[in-house]
């Protein structure tokens, strides 16, 4: 389950698809509808079939559930999403909410052992050892820490003989389930698989149980896997050493400036405790909402809800994110020397995608940096060579709350960073003194509705999506409704999110230099 980073959903509406040719009307002819219109007006039949098939329920618990019935095919994808992530992390905490993601894999009190009675007193005494570890660490006794250090492998030796390795996924394997994973951002966690359509009570069981009584074993061997996880991901990446080091400059306050992976310090101190307490306060039923997309019958899918998920207690609402980023007032920068060609970053605060300007930003940011035909891409890298890479995305590092616009260039061999800077600015000047050109404008519009249509036609991809804008913007509905905000975006509109976003004290920069030039 690795954590990796996730552009904001919404961008999956906006990838690039295809290009499409379009003929201009004579000059002094009256203007046609643009293409891009007459293509949002075919599918939006479409649409409104696909949003009649969606109906919800919520448990008396505070568990909601979003069913979409489609039987195309036999099968149905489940996406069960936490609303909790990087963000929500205590003080001192980091990288809980993806050890936690790890953790739940591994099993129950059924589920992952071959003992679960002889296995208990095996963890909670190899608990008891790690804080007296920790305790002769801050006292300076070394010779204590490796005779107890060495007591926890005997220990975690037996534990681990009554382990029955990845036995949820082999459950999942052998009934024909595919794609099992999870990953974790800053803004939630998600856990997702599909199955046969004749398995619908087998993921009640199974998702159930799982939340209902995980037993988080194998803590300290899943300790070391993520310490190695952030080595190669953040302190053995130029790239990744960068990142971190610039979201806690662009942030004062805001959550977002801590990594989801976690500092290095925070991971080697917590304990289990540390994570079962974190569940205990975000993994309540209120907290979690669950799509279910595929070949199903909504009322089977609640009679068995209620069977299955009705076991979960009611918890009090867990605490929110209360910190707000104040407005940045000056140019902000950060320099790092590392052994790697140098790069160049620079971000700029944006609001969170419940704004009603968050789909203009996408296009910009779609405008700019997505693919081949970007802007950033046939000036930097192609027209002027120096740049081997120009791309960027919106909604960095979530978009739950205000949030960056990034931009990313890794420098091509001769050149510097000061020129990727200067290049980079004349873009998004142009973009602040000129209007899109319309027909650029209907093309990123139709390549957003190229997106959208992809994303229908995978039950994954749509179980994700409800899931997504219901938490996020308060209704799955206003996923279906991005349509009409994207077709609604003017030249006029790009110009003035560009003039209020793209200025010198918003600015975040940030530059790789080769160690020792």
Known sequence: M???????????????????????????????KSAATEESQSIQPYLDRVKEKVTTFQLKNGLKFIVLERHQAPVIAFHTYADVGGANEPVGQTGVAHYLEHLAFKGTQRIGTTDYKAEQPLLEQQDQLF????????????????????ELAEVTQKADALVTQNEMGQIIGQEGGVGLNATTSSDATRYFY?????KLELWMSLESERFLEPVFREYYKEKDVILEERRLRTDNSPIGKMVEVFLGEA??????????????????????????????TYYGPGNLT????????????????ETYFGRFKSRSQPPTVTQVEPPQQKTKSVTLELKSQPWYLEGYHR???????????????????????????????????????????????GDKYPNLMLFYSLTAPGHTVDEVATALKTELDQLKTELVDIQ??????TQAR?????????????????TEYDVKTGDWRNLFSELEKIEAVTPEDVQRVAQATFTPENRTVGYILSKGK
């Open 440 to 445: 650029d404008l209907d093309r990123l519009k």
């Open 351 to 397: 609001p969170a995608i419940s704004d009603p300007d968050h789909v203009i930003y996408d296009l910009i940011a779609s405008l700019l940096s997505d693919g081949r035909t970007s802007r950033l891409y046939k000036s930097l890298v192609e027209s002027q060579k120096i740049a081997l890479s120009a791309e960027g995305f919106s909604g960095f590092p």
């Open 2 to 32: 690795r954590l990796p980073r996730l552009k904001k959903i919404v961008l999956l509406l906006l990838v690039f698809c295809t290009s499409l040719a379009f003929i201009s009307a004579p000059v002094g002819a009256e203007t046609p």
């Open 131 to 150: 804080d007296q570890i920790q305790a002769a660490k801050a006292k300076k006794d070394e010779q204590t820490v490796q005779a107890l250090t060495k």
């Open 290 to 305: 669950i799509a279910i997309v595929g070949d199903v019958n909504p009322k089977e899918v609640k009679q068995l809800a």
């Open 450 to 466: 190229a997106g959208l249509l992809r994303s229908l036609d995978s039950n994954s991809g749509m179980a994700r999506l409800l």
């Open 194 to 198: 599909s199955l046969p359509a004749n």
């Open 251 to 280: 942030f004062d306050v805001h959550p977002y400036l801590q990594p989801v992976i976690g500092y290095e310090k925070d991971l080697r101190n917590l304990t289990r405790q540390n994570v079962q307490d974190f569940f205990d």
